[in-house]
């Protein structure tokens, strides 16, 4: 017997054999005989025995007790709208119970809110049941009858044919026999017409007649069994009831075209036709998507559509395409979304994936999660947490807070859009520092962009003067205090702000203005080798490249970083922080780079403020580092007028930081204008600069001569060589081995040394004398009057 494979009692060959059972006495080892034996033939398959002992039953597993859930119960069902309860109806939890009877509840109110609208529609029950009487009505009459119809009138129009041929005939003149002929055949042919016309409607009247019997005839009997085998009046009711089932069912489907038809469809599907703060979440999936595949032509993979307290809020995928189409294309999706503000749809290009996008719809309040103005006692916070103190927040009430140690902000926006709130913002939280000097610069609004803060200012600069020594100041001690580092012990080669080393922050409001007052500034020539003075706008940028390891930084609030509103300081799109409000599109290029606008950058869509509408303003998208390095607008926070006055004051009774000794020295000789705001209207007209007595002399010879256009150089020397001629005598004006100066060259020295001091220059422009045929160059009277301040209507 050959060897035995016990786990499928098979031989080698695949034979099956009976199962070896090896007992514990037997012998192991085989006997093998020397000679070899004669093969056996294959033994005959074998029924399998087993001899094993069964094992033993198990016990019967107890009852379960408990109720029985069916899978119908399990089912949740299809939730079009979108407000399903989460807790599942089958945890038979009260809270459960009650969210599901609430849930059918609005359900119940929905379906009957929307066959009531239906019935207004052309699928409402009467439009329906007159719509399946004409039908049944157009069925009995069949073609049999529309064929009589049409033979009747066609026998009606020959006759009138034929009276009117034989009208013709008889009191015809000319052609009596032709015209006779033609009434002949006009009668005969109207004959004929009427014998085919009475044919049609006798077929007509019996075919009528056996489709009115079957519709008419089963319709009035159910109105008679009804009457007879159910009381009376109510059987009778009862089978009108159902002849108008049956009307409603025969015209349930309206005659319209296809647009009408699709129209009533959405308007029955519940598809809502204006955007509302109110509707549901599927509802508004539904408008959405319609309009970006079908208006906005955007490939749109899936969507997910998040109801939050502001609005709604999309996870948008879109197939093989990037955001660029949508973003440029938002004022068309604002227009395919009725109800959704002007220019409020915003979007937000995802870092996960190129095709990802987040799409947010406000709704008319989106930013009641922002905050008042959280309170900020004096002295506080360190300039080590300012990237932590609120000044705005998110339509989510995500805050916005930044940073101020060592780094620089500029605030970019229109007229009206809110700089100067976001600015005050901010100084709310600079003022309350113990370890900063703020001082302040404002050359458009006189010192008002600071409101009650300028009180808590160390200088507040209001004319280019001010501003120049405020400047000076804060770039003298900016390129000097890193002779102090070793000194203090500030190894890291920075300057570390503390209550007895303070960093300086420069607030400069209205930025165009200061650079406008640059261009105006004028130096005296000096001599040899003399450095000529940097102008106001210089100063700044100084300070931005020089002054940062000093801990001496800029916040800077400007309309726009083009040319064209700031000349050549478009290096403060280079500053580590911007701000940016409603502004146009070359800043965002200028500022974030090309193709940001693609990625959600869009404070070009931003409005301003209008009259007494607030629309946009204060509204930023901030670009600060990692913690603001997506396209997402934040509000500033504000507070009321009265508790921004308390404020001030308070943290200016607390007193406010002083500079440290080493930096002090650097400074000695300068003296900062304005400290704690001052009273622009009181000390003004004190430290006015006198008129200069060239200028009034000169004025005074211009009213002797009736106010012309202008003077020619030499008319203008003759008379002043007049008023005094000792000191314009020319030969006081020689140079020293040189030749003698013209009359238009020593007025134009004399000129330029008393106009330069003051910041100012007059030079000859065209102008036309009275009466004369073309202009000539000269001093003008419209440029003295500026130049002396006296109204141009004077």
Known sequence: MNETDERTAQNGRGEAVAKVIRLPFADTTPEVSETPATEAPAPAPAARVDMTKPAPRAPAPAP??????????????????????????????????????????????????????????????????????????????????????????????????????????????????????????????????????????????????????????????????????????????????????????????????????????????????????????????????????????????????????????????????????????????????????????????????????????????????????????????????????????????????????????????????????????????????RDRIIVGIDLGSYGAGFGPYAQCMAAVARTPAEARTVLEWALTIGMHRPKLFQRLGMVEGNWEASPEYPGITVVIDEFPALVTAARAETFPKGEDGEEKPMKLDELVRQIHLT???????????????????IGDNTWLAEVPVQVMGACDRDDIVQIVGKGAMAEGWRPDRLLPAMGDDVNDASVVYPLAGAAYCEPIPYRACITSGEEADRRAEERAAAGLCQLDAGSQGFVSGIVLPNPGGGEPWEDGEAEEEPLPVLLRTIRTIFGDFGNPSGMTEDELFDQLHQFDPTSWDLDRFVPEGGEPMSKGAVLALVLDKVLAPRGQKWTKESYRPKGAPKTVKGYRLLDLKRLIGEADGS
């Open 547 to 565: 002054s940062a390891k000093s801990d001496d930084v800029l916040v800077i609030a400007s309309h726009s970083v083009t040319k064209e509103k």
């Open 64 to 433: 379960v007790e408990g109720t029985v859930f069916t899978a119908k119960e399990w089912d949740l069902g299809e939730d079009p709208e979108g407000d399903a309860p989460w807790i599942s109806p089958a945890l038979r939890t009260p809270e459960g119970r009650t969210a599901r009877r609430q849930y059918h509840q609005r359900q119940a109110r929905r379906r009957a809110r929307r066959w009531a609208a239906r019935q207004w529609t052309p699928r409402g029950i009467v439009p329906t049941t007159v719509r399946g009487g004409v039908r049944i009505q157009r069925w009995v009459r069949g073609v049999e009858g529309q064929n009589a119809d049409a033979a009747k009138r066609r026998a009606e129009m020959l006759a009138r044919e034929a009276e009117r041929a034989a009208r013709r005939a008889q009191f015809a003149l000319l052609h009596r026999d032709a015209k006779k002929k033609a009434s002949d055949v006009a009668q005969q042919e109207s004959s004929m017409a009427l014998v085919q016309a009475a044919a049609a409607v006798s077929t007509a009247r019996s075919k009528i007649f056996q489709r009115a019997a079957a519709a008419y005839g089963s319709m009035a009997g159910i109105d008679a069994a009804g009457f007879v085998f159910m009381d009376g009046l109510l059987g009778l009711g009862a089978g009108v009831l159902v002849n108008i089932a049956v009307l409603a069912r025969v015209g349930r489907e309206p005659d319209m075209s296809p647009e009408e038809l699709e129209e009533l469809e959405r308007a029955e599907a519940g598809l809502p036709d204006r955007f509302e703060m109110g509707m549901t979440p599927r509802a508004f999936e539904a408008m959405l998507y319609e309009a970006l595949v079908q208006e906005v032509k955007v490939a749109v993979h899936s969507l997910r559509v998040l109801p939050r307290e502001w609005g709604f809020e999309v996870e948008l995928v879109l197939k093989n395409q990037t955001p660029e189409k949508l973003s440029e294309n938002l004022g068309l999706l604002e227009a395919c979304l009725p109800g959704v503000r002007t220019n409020s749809a915003l979007l937000q290009q995802s870092k996960q994936a190129r095709n990802e996008c987040v799409l947010r719809i406000p709704g008319d309040d989106p930013w009641k999660a922002v905050p008042e103005l959280p309170y900020r006692a004096p002295k506080s916070i360190s300039t080590h947490d300012l990237h932590q103190a609120q000044m705005g927040a998110d339509m989510s009430g995500r805050v916005l807070a930044l940073p101020g140690k060592r780094t620089s902000v500029s605030i970019i926006g229109k007229p009206r859009s809110g700089k100067s709130t976001v600015l005050r913002a901010y100084l709310d939280a600079l003022t309350a520092t």
